[in-house]
């Protein structure tokens, strides 16, 4: 396309997901810099497009609102209405599930595209995108469909920057949990959604106890009653125990502490996702999920992909009943640690 002056794109969740979108935008942004972008999300990774100054317009999708008949009926014609309140160059539909393809259906444009792998029947909607990289990484697929719309690509880029008055209150939060200026910390992302992607209480303790050794202060990330279950039972294993912020930080917030960390190490889950976005050097221990699809972008080589003949299975339970990742060893992260310092 010679010109966009409107671009609507749909990419709701999760978190994870929209980070690895979050390149599209910058990329229409560097082709079509007057372009409006309006991005249409679910509430969990609102911040992050607060954050982004390539979106000119965000548009929220309160899901949950509409699984009732009441609220569908409250909820449906108010946000149709928005929607469709400008005509759209092209829609880019990233999400490529049903719930991204009723959004598109309604919107108003000639050219809808989307990711290469669409489902249920949201190919139906907008075209799937099969560009160079469909058996790439994500974030190259997600890229796939703006190079359709003429973007040039010319650097990879995840436009984010955190507003200054809460990159103070995540420099108290972590002083409030005890951490001192001169040090430097690195930080744990303790859970994850899947329970097959969570590294060992185990191992993290026993990873948490050799960083002091190492004159670096462990920090625990998460969020949600396993990820606070699992801090707790770190804590009591450890010998010292690590700063524990799980719970304690909205997404701005944990976006700046990942900024400033040495190193990030954890599972394939949002906030580790965000810092080989912030590129910060990242170590992600995979297993149901596969690097080559998922893995740290740009920094590929920081997987640690766990040593089964079933890793890559893509699914959300082990069907062999066995710890995921209890395979991946405390000597085979220290080592990959000690090699990125």
Same mark, same amino acid.
């Given at each position: 396309?010679?010109?966009?002056?409107?671009?609507?794109?749909?990419?709701?969740?999760?978190?994870?997901?929209?980070?690895?979108?979050?390149?599209?935008?910058?990329?229409?942004?560097?082709?079509?810099?007057?372009?409006?972008?309006?991005?249409?999300?679910?509430?969990?990774?609102?911040?992050?497009?607060?954050?982004?100054?390539?979106?000119?317009?965000?548009?929220?999708?309160?899901?949950?609102?509409?699984?009732?008949?009441?609220?569908?009926?409250?909820?449906?014609?108010?946000?149709?209405?928005?929607?469709?309140?400008?005509?759209?160059?092209?829609?880019?539909?990233?999400?490529?599930?049903?719930?991204?393809?009723?959004?598109?259906?309604?919107?108003?444009?000639?050219?809808?595209?989307?990711?290469?792998?669409?489902?249920?029947?949201?190919?139906?909607?907008?075209?799937?995108?099969?560009?160079?990289?469909?058996?790439?990484?994500?974030?190259?697929?997600?890229?796939?469909?703006?190079?359709?719309?003429?973007?040039?690509?010319?650097?990879?880029?995840?436009?984010?920057?955190?507003?200054?008055?809460?990159?103070?209150?995540?420099?108290?939060?972590?002083?409030?949990?005890?951490?001192?200026?001169?040090?430097?910390?690195?930080?744990?992302?303790?859970?994850?959604?899947?329970?097959? /992607? +969570?590294?060992?209480?185990? $191992?993290?303790?026993? =990873?948490?106890?050799?960083?002091? !050794? %190492?004159?670096?202060?462990?920090?625990?990330?998460?969020?949600?009653?396993?990820?606070?279950?699992?801090?707790?039972?770190?804590?009591?294993?450890?010998?010292?125990?690590?700063?524990?912020?799980?719970?304690?930080?909205?997404?701005?917030?944990?976006?700046?502490?990942?900024?400033?960390?040495?190193?990030?190490?954890?599972?394939?889950?949002?906030?580790?996702?965000?810092?080989?976005?912030?590129?910060?050097?990242?170590?992600?221990?995979?297993?149901?999920?596969?690097?080559?699809?998922?893995?740290?972008?740009?920094?590929?080589?920081?997987?640690?992909?766990?040593?089964?003949?079933?890793?890559?299975?893509? /699914? +959300?339970?082990?069907?062999? $009943?066995?710890?995921? =990742?209890?395979?991946?060893?405390? !000597? %085979?992260?220290?080592?990959?640690?000690?090699?990125?310092?």
């Amino acid at each position: 396309m010679d010109d966009l002056k409107n671009v609507l794109i749909v990419k709701l969740s999760a978190i994870g997901d929209v980070i690895h979108a979050l390149p599209v935008s910058y990329a229409i942004k560097e082709t079509f810099p007057a372009a409006k972008v309006t991005w249409v999300v679910e509430p969990p990774a609102f911040d992050l497009l607060k954050m982004n100054p390539c979106v000119d317009k965000i548009i929220l999708f309160q899901k949950k609102e509409f699984k009732t008949f009441s609220g569908f009926v409250k909820k449906f014609f108010p946000f149709k209405q928005e929607i469709q309140s400008e005509n759209y160059d092209a829609v880019l539909d990233l999400q490529g599930l049903f719930k991204s393809a009723a959004i598109a259906f309604f919107a108003k444009s000639n050219i809808k595209l989307g990711i290469c792998n669409m489902r249920e029947g949201s190919d139906k909607v907008s075209k799937p995108v099969v560009g160079e990289n469909f058996q790439g990484h994500i974030v190259q697929r997600y890229l796939d469909t703006a190079r359709a719309i003429g973007c040039k690509v010319t650097e990879i880029k995840f436009p984010l920057q955190v507003p200054e008055v809460e990159q103070k209150k995540a420099a108290a939060i972590l002083q409030h949990a005890g951490f001192r200026e001169g040090n430097e910390y690195a930080v744990l992302a303790v859970g994850a959604n899947w329970a097959n /992607k +969570r590294w060992t209480v185990e $191992n993290f303790s026993a =990873l948490s106890d050799w960083l002091y !050794d %190492q004159k670096i202060i462990p920090v625990m990330i998460g969020g949600g009653d396993v990820d606070f279950g699992r801090a707790g039972e770190i804590e009591s294993l450890t010998e010292i125990p690590p700063l524990n912020l799980v719970g304690k930080t909205n997404l701005m917030q944990l976006t700046s502490i990942i900024q400033n960390a040495k190193f990030v190490v954890g599972g394939d889950t949002g906030p580790v996702h965000l810092a080989a976005g912030l590129k910060v050097k990242t170590i992600m221990l995979m297993g149901p999920t596969d690097a080559n699809r998922n893995g740290p972008f740009g920094q590929i080589e920081n997987a640690i992909e766990v040593d089964r003949d079933c890793k890559g299975c893509w /699914k +959300r339970t082990c069907p062999k $009943n066995e710890d995921c =990742l209890e395979k991946i060893s405390l !000597d %085979q992260v220290q080592e990959k640690i000690l090699q990125e310092l």
